[in-house]
């Protein structure tokens, strides 16, 4: 058994959830396929897959050894493309995932600016906020907005974003402006009822307020205008206003009690290793969000 060839065989199986999608792919026989996953098995010693008439999941054994096939044949494919010259050449379709918000205010433009730069290349991405499984999702890159949990991959920080109470001039010109947390409940509140949302804000030294919000609303986008439009106070993440900041239609207020704010990374799975297209968007998207005022 070609034992290369059958980890390209494993680890398309496992990214399709399908022999038969596999076969097709590879040009071969869907009987070829499963042999080729049998004799894997029994080398290894161990199942790879649970099979059904309808489903085809990995087991915990094929999950790790994916992980580990994936690295093996990603650092094939940079021997073999080394040895051809393309190695410092971007190609292909990269994949990049950010916060819904975030992605679309900060990383698509430099997502623009790559495929600009690299009219070859192709990019697909995923702003949405929830977690994602780079993975098990095919993410080649992350901006991640957070302290990290160890998870093998590559981080560089890129900046730090916090956690701001805000409100229009014509406000605080009618109603004040809160000193103290405490403040905020004779204040008019709006707020996010978003899966990130609490009703209780926090701010430095344990500091805690549980706030009553007259207004409540699904996103952030909508109790951010009503702030900028005078109603009321809100808080943000404060890149999401960094727009309505710089045009002074928002200022941010009780900036001494924030709490320490939250770090932005870069990160991807392939570490020293990842292709071109990887290290030279990772290398663009570093330097445009550390030279972001707004975000360092």
């Given at each position: 058994?070609?034992?290369?060839?059958?980890?390209?065989?494993?680890?398309?199986?496992?990214?399709?959830?399908?022999?038969?999608?596999?076969?097709?792919?590879?040009?071969?026989?869907?009987?070829?396929?499963?042999?080729?996953?049998?004799?894997?098995?029994?080398?290894?010693?161990?199942?790879?897959?649970?099979?059904?008439?309808?489903?085809?999941?990995?087991?915990?054994?094929?999950?790790?050894y994916?992980?580990?096939?994936?690295?093996?044949?990603?650092?094939?494919?940079?021997?073999?493309?080394?040895?051809?010259?393309?190695?410092?050449?971007?190609?292909?379709?990269?994949?990049?995932?950010?916060?819904?918000?975030?992605?679309?205010?900060?990383?698509?433009?430099?997502?623009t600016?790559?495929?600009?730069?690299?009219?070859?290349?192709?990019a697909?991405?995923?702003?949405?906020?929830r977690?994602?499984?780079?993975?098990?999702?095919?993410?080649?890159?992350?901006?991640?907005?957070?302290?990290?949990?160890?998870?093998?991959?590559?981080?560089?920080?890129?900046?730090t974003?916090?956690?701001?109470i805000?409100?229009?001039?014509?406000?605080?010109?009618?109603?004040?402006?809160?000193?103290?947390?405490?403040?905020?409940?004779?204040?008019?509140?709006?707020?996010?009822?978003?899966?990130?949302?609490?009703?209780?804000?926090?701010?430095?030294?344990?500091?805690?307020?549980?706030?009553?919000?007259?207004?409540?609303?699904?996103?952030?986008?909508?109790?951010?205008?009503?702030?900028?439009?005078?109603?009321?106070?809100?808080?943000?993440?404060?890149?999401?206003?960094?727009?309505?900041?710089l045009?002074?239609?928002?200022?941010?207020?009780?900036?001494?009690?924030?709490?320490?704010?939250?770090?932005?990374?870069?990160?991807?799975?392939?570490?020293?290793?990842a292709?071109?297209?990887?290290?030279?968007?990772?290398?663009?998207a570093?330097?445009?969000?550390?030279?972001?005022?707004?975000?360092?």
């Amino acid at each position: 058994m070609d034992r290369w060839q059958a980890m390209r065989i494993f680890a398309r199986v496992a990214e399709t959830g399908s022999f038969a999608d596999t076969a097709r792919h590879m040009h071969m026989s869907a009987p070829a396929v499963t042999r080729a996953v049998a004799a894997l098995e029994d080398l290894i010693g161990a199942r790879l897959f649970v099979r059904t008439t309808r489903s085809v999941k990995m087991t915990e054994a094929g999950t790790r050894y994916f992980e580990d096939c994936r690295r093996i044949l990603a650092d094939i494919a940079e021997a073999e493309a080394a040895a051809g010259g393309s190695y410092a050449t971007p190609t292909g379709t990269l994949a990049i995932t950010a916060s819904a918000l975030f992605g679309q205010m900060y990383v698509l433009p430099i997502v623009t600016e790559f495929l600009n730069t690299f009219p070859t290349m192709h990019a697909r991405t995923l702003f949405i906020d929830r977690p994602v499984n780079i993975v098990e999702e095919g993410v080649d890159v992350a901006v991640r907005i957070g302290h990290l949990r160890d998870s093998g991959f590559s981080a560089i920080k890129v900046g730090t974003v916090r956690h701001v109470i805000c409100g229009s001039p014509s406000y605080f010109e009618n109603h004040g402006v809160p000193t103290t947390p405490a403040d905020l409940k004779n204040h008019r509140i709006a707020a996010s009822t978003s899966a990130w949302a609490s009703p209780e804000w926090r701010f430095a030294n344990e500091q805690r307020v549980t706030i009553d919000p007259l207004l409540q609303c699904n996103t952030n986008d909508a109790v951010i205008t009503a702030a900028r439009v005078g109603w009321g106070l809100t808080r943000v993440l404060h890149y999401q206003i960094g727009p309505a900041l710089l045009a002074g239609e928002l200022q941010i207020v009780l900036s001494d009690y924030e709490e320490p704010p939250m770090p932005i990374h870069i990160l991807h799975p392939e570490g020293r290793h990842a292709p071109a297209k990887v290290r030279a968007f990772v290398d663009m998207a570093a330097a445009r969000l550390r030279e972001n005022r707004l975000l360092n």
